[in-house]
């Protein structure tokens, strides 16, 4: 069999609701490794947020913050930073409107609070304690992404006034603000192209409305059971929940794996 290319989301994709890795899932992508495919990540998280995952996985090569980052075999190959000047605005806007802001990097991320329970709340359901305090840690570095902490709804004043920054809703109290123009499509790409691949070699898998691009970039594209509508309409089929060994059971139907 040619090889091909794999990308895998991460939250509600390689983890479940509890943010574990299914045994049977690393099994999976250990096959796939052996059987000569390549295996890479494509999320929305920063990338301090999953190394101990790609470190497990044995994964070199990764899209992150939804695309405005990406590695190959641990070489930054394409970056795509927040407007400076813009996103000081952004902050002085935020501020005026008591939402809460986290910046994030490559590296770490800082929150422009002390603490706010929106904060506390979406980041810990992802497993992450809410970040330090540290509001100048937008000046002098690039900022990749930006969380926008408001109820569902508020964000859209904001959409309006910022055409610099998308704006995508992960959390009933959190928004993911990134540079105009990305999705994990345009990483791939990225990664493709680096190994010579056609976009017939590549597969995805993913299940939230930040996956839809990618979903929509490829025939061979998988939503998984828990995935929301908009992805489930992208993507060329449906596999079972994440608990129910829907990723596993899709590479076993596409031959991928036994």
């Keep these: 069999m040619e090889q091909k290319i794999l990308f895998f989301d991460i939250d509600g994709t390689l983890l479940d609701e509890e943010k574990k890795l299914p045994a049977s899932t690393e099994a999976a992508i250990a096959e796939l490794k052996k059987q000569g495919h390549y295996v890479a990540i494509a999320t929305g998280r920063a990338p301090f947020m999953f190394a101990e995952l790609r470190k497990r996985l044995q994964v070199n090569s990764f899209i992150s913050f939804n695309g405005s980052y990406v590695e190959f075999e641990g070489e930054a190959i394409y970056k795509k930073a927040l407007d400076p000047d813009a996103l000081k605005y952004f902050t002085e806007y935020a501020t005026k409107n008591d939402h809460p802001v986290v910046y994030l990097d490559h590296r770490d991320m800082k929150a422009n609070v002390p603490h706010h329970p929106h904060i506390e709340a979406?980041?810990?359901?992802?497993?992450?304690?809410?970040?330090?305090?540290?509001?100048?840690?937008?000046?002098g570095r690039n900022i990749y992404q930006t969380l926008l902490f408001c109820a569902e709804g508020e964000e859209k004043p904001y959409e309006e006034k910022f055409g610099d920054f998308d704006f995508i809703r992960w959390h009933e109290v959190s928004t993911d603000v990134l540079p105009a123009g990305g999705?994990?499509?345009?990483?791939?790409?990225?990664?493709?192209?680096?190994?010579?691949?056609?976009?017939?070699?590549?597969?995805?898998?993913?299940?939230?409305?930040?996956?839809?691009?990618?979903?929509?970039?490829?025939?061979?594209?998988?939503?998984?059971?828990?995935?929301?509508?908009?992805?489930?309409?992208?993507?060329?089929?449906q596999t079972?929940?994440?608990?129910?060994?829907?990723?596993?059971?899709?590479?076993?139907?596409?031959?991928?794996?036994?």
């Excluded at 979406?122 to 000046?139: C, T």
């Excluded at 079972?240 to 036994?258: M, P, T, Y």
């Design 122 to 139: 979406s980041l810990g359901s992802l497993k992450f304690d809410h970040p330090a305090f540290d509001e100048s840690y937008l000046q």
């Design 183 to 237: 999705s994990k499509a345009i990483g791939i790409e990225k990664v493709m192209n680096r190994l010579g691949a056609s976009r017939d070699d590549v597969y995805v898998f993913g299940d939230g409305p930040n996956d839809v691009e990618m979903l929509q970039f490829t025939k061979n594209s998988v939503a998984m059971g828990n995935s929301v509508p908009q992805a489930k309409a992208a993507a060329a089929v």
């Design 240 to 258: 079972a929940h994440v608990s129910e060994d829907g990723l596993v059971k899709a590479l076993r139907n596409f031959g991928l794996i036994k």
